[in-house]
């Protein structure tokens, strides 16, 4: 065997460097799997975001509010859901601004959320400055203006999402319907539902079921999909709101 000269260790590293393997490190062996063992393969994949209730299968429903896209979200229900899912972003580090004409009812809540540290701030309808929302710094607008909300001077940006509730349904809510990407819908009166299901094209059993919906239970629609889902308090979020409700 010749000697190892310096030359030849080069040539030889570059070598394998160019077939890709790089610098050498320690031996092991290769993982791989067969044919027959590729299917037990399972990887936890799931989407991040708030869990906002469990779904007809009792699984966890999440609702994802930051997005690098402007993302605008309708409910007609409530205060109580609203409340709660206010609570339940504000845990998750988000920046909240609440628009409301009434600061009373929501004044306690934003008092408790975040501790020391002040995550939802209120202010006066018309009256939300610039957020200055980022991919480090996301924030959610939650619109709680009557059944008809001005236009906001903070609209849905990157980043930034709106969450506007709406009591009952009002003329204004046809078009907020068709410019938000998330519907959800609690009890309303029959009327109210069929024009609800007219502008989001729900089947018949669905216009059916929302006149009965059970206080805390929500139909989220988003394009074609349509999720039944049961809110249920913590025992913090029971203290703090009560029982779910859907009158105010």
């Keep these: 065997m010749g000697a190892v000269t310096p030359e030849r260790v080069t040539r030889g590293s570059r070598a394998w460097l160019r077939s890709g393997f790089g610098l050498l490190g320690p031996r092991h062996q290769r993982h791989a ?96 400055p610039p957020q200055g929302a980022a991919a480090g710094q996301p924030v959610v607008v939650v619109r709680d203006c009557g059944m008809r909300p001005p236009r906001g001077r903070v609209v849905s940006a990157p980043w930034q999402s709106v969450v506007t509730l709406l009591p009952y349904l009002s003329p204004v809510a046809p078009r907020l319907m068709r410019q938000a990407r998330l519907v959800g819908v609690q009890r309303v009166s029959p009327d109210e539902a069929a024009e609800i299901g007219r502008v989001l094209a729900l089947p018949r059993e669905d216009v059916a079921s929302l006149p009965n919906l059970a206080d805390g239970v929500t139909l989220w629609c988003a394009d074609r999909s349509r999720h039944y889902v049961m809110t249920r308090p913590t025992d913090i979020e029971e203290g703090l709101l009560g029982l779910a409700r859907r009158m105010d």
């Design 33 to 128: 799997l067969s044919v027959e063992q590729f299917d037990a393969l399972t990887l936890p994949v799931g989407d991040d975001g708030v869990v906002i209730g469990v779904d007809a299968q009792d699984q966890p429903a999440v609702l994802s509010v930051n997005r690098p896209t402007p993302y605008d979200v309708v409910l007609i229900g409530g205060l109580w859901t609203a409340q709660v899912l206010t609570l339940r972003i504000a845990a998750t580090g988000v920046r909240l601004a609440v628009e409301t004409g009434r600061a009373q009812m929501w004044a306690g809540l934003a008092q408790a959320a975040g501790g020391a540290v002040q995550c939802v701030a209120l202010h006066g309808v018309g009256k939300v």
